[in-house]
């Protein structure tokens, strides 16, 4: 089954920094747009960031636009998620995911429903 693993989750004080990183077993993930999802407790599953299998085409939620940067090497067969300026309203589990399909309207939505191969996800909390 293929599936991605996220690592480079913590514990954080708001306004630090930590970088996600999401790498696949078993496939190619340049063939992919490849999204950050994240979950908070009692919360829907929202989509954070997602970029094109190129790397030319990125999205983010408004929530993080300007602190969060998605970007990928596709030699080392990685995707990564740098978040600055962290908030307490930014803890939850973070998921990477791959698009079904590439898209500019999946990479502009980025709808859980239209990602699969998910990882078990990386917890990230931002406290004091």
């Known amino acids: 089954q293929l599936q991605l693993v996220e690592s480079g989750g913590g514990l954080v004080q708001p306004g630090g920094s930590l970088k996600l990183s999401c790498a696949a077993s078993r496939f190619t993930l340049g063939y992919y747009a490849i999204g950050w999802f994240r979950q908070a407790p009692g919360k829907e599953r929202e989509g954070v960031s997602c970029i094109s299998s190129s790397g030319e085409i990125t999205n983010y939620a408004d929530s993080v636009k300007g602190r969060f940067t998605i970007s990928r090497d596709n030699a080392k067969n990685a995707v990564y998620l740098q978040m600055n300026s962290l908030k307490p309203e930014d803890t939850a589990v973070y998921y990477c995911?791959?698009?079904?399909?590439?898209?500019?309207?999946?990479?502009?939505?980025?709808?859980?429903?239209?990602?699969?191969?998910w990882g078990q996800g990386t917890q990230v909390t931002v406290s004091s």
């Open positions: 995911a791959a698009a079904q399909l590439e898209t500019s309207e999946i990479i502009a939505t980025m709808r859980p429903g239209d990602f699969g191969s």
